[in-house]
């Protein structure tokens, strides 16, 4: 018996491929990033060994402590920044991720374009938007996103991939992953990283190219 046949990462990308199709998308256009924040490496590992690049983590330190070594067996690894960014951590954080997630304000735009020039890495950055306008939450309010992007753009000289968001856990996501859609394509911006295990569904219908999903994969945190 082939036992990757049975497993979370082949189930789950079952599951994308069917509402892919479903919505009428190509499946090759919805990248899953793998959230294997709390994970200890020797769950992650088996994820790597079936050929899963793309993995996502809330926290610099905690990247700083898993992936280093992880990457060196594992060198295709893409790893993706999903939580808060602080201007203070942006070498470190650059040290270790490809991809930044958490983009949201311009002294972060500001410190990014700094440590870009020095280190001569070039990351993929998404804005993140705060579209449920939560203070406790990260993001860009989507009345400043406009402004925002273009700041990053022409004041910080930063290349934007897209737009990211966390939709209110206890409102319905579609309205939210809607609005994110219609901020990128206003913007002239391909990328949407939307959709948690919860909700990635309505989020690959309204346009996800990157879902980000922890629980449905490695079980409850
Ligand atoms: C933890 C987290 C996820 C994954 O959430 P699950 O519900 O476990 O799939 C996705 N995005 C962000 C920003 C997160 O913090």
Known sequence: ????????????????????????????????????????????????????????????????????????TYPDTQLHLIGPLQSNKVKAALGVFDVIHSLDRPSLAKAL???????GKSPRLFIQVNTGEE????????????????????????????????????????????????????NGLNELSMGMSGDYPQAIRLGATYIRVGTALFGAR
């Not at 374009?113 to 280190?119: L, N, V, Y």
């Not at 991939?161 to 990128?184: N, R, T, W, Y």
């Open 135 to 186: 203070p406790q939450k990260g993001g860009v309010s989507p009345m400043q996103a406009d402004e925002f992007i273009k700041a990053c753009r022409s004041d910080y000289g930063l290349t934007i991939k897209g737009l990211m968001c966390v939709p209110p856990f206890d409102e319905p996501p579609s309205p939210h992953f809607a609005l994110l859609s219609q901020i990128a394509r206003r």
């Open 1 to 72: 018996m082939n036992t990757s046949l049975s497993s979370p990462l082949h189930t789950l990308q079952s599951d994308i491929t069917r509402y892919a199709l479903d919505a009428g998308r190509k499946p090759q256009d919805i990248h899953l990033i793998a959230v294997s924040k709390t994970v200890a490496a020797e769950r992650i590992i088996p994820f790597l060994e079936e050929g899963h690049c793309l993995f996502g983590e809330n926290y610099v330190q905690e990247a700083q402590g898993k992936w280093p070594a992880l990457k060196e």
């Open 113 to 119: 374009a700094k440590e870009i020039e020095a280190s």
